[in-house]
């Protein structure tokens, strides 16, 4: 059996949309696919869940998911093209209140819970290293890299380096990375015209 669905399964599958040469692994677990827009060229690894609320998830074009991510809850969450999330990174566009003053848990009916739910954005070019966790309501912005094991409760600005928990900036990213983008696709268009 093969490691991925076929173009055909993830069509029966029901998403909002499916791009070219997507990659979903038979291992990963999708709830709400009628929620889940995917891109081109996005490869979801083992083990990965989706779990898209109202808000939905929109996941670009040449993007990763890898192992063991989760990207999870009522508030819409956009991958924006190219953007890479590493192994063992969450998600949370919902979140508990855990101030005590409410239950907790989906188990707990609404009227008993007080759940924040906010969008999260991810923006192109962004990387979130293994580990980390983004908290509803964040945005990062266009090239904005965040390092393993941290916790991001606040945006962070373009090109910015952010670690530790909670995530501060420490470095600015060289943007090197907007000219191999450029040459990438025009390369791909070239090679795409060819008979």
Known sequence: MALFYSPAELAQMGFLSVGNAVRL???????????????DHVRI???????AGAGGIAIGNHIHV????SIIGAGRVQLD????????????????DYSGEAMTNPTVPTEWTRVDSAPVHVGRHAIIG???????GVHLGEGAAVGALS???????????????PARR?????KTLLDLERQFLAQRAHADAQP
């Open 45 to 51: 690894d083992d083990f990965c869940v989706l779990s």
């Open 170 to 174: 420490v470095g600015t990213r060289k």
């Open 25 to 39: 692994s038979r291992k990963a677990s999708v709830h709400g696919a009628s929620r889940i827009a995917l891109g």
């Open 151 to 165: 916790l991001v409760k606040s945006d962070c600005e373009a090109f910015g380096i952010y670690a530790g928990s």
């Open 66 to 69: 890898a192992v063991f991510s």
């Open 81 to 96: 093209d190219f953007s890479n999330i590493s192994s063992r990174v969450s998600i949370y566009s919902s979140s508990d």
């Open 130 to 136: 293994a580990g980390s966790v983004l908290l509803p």
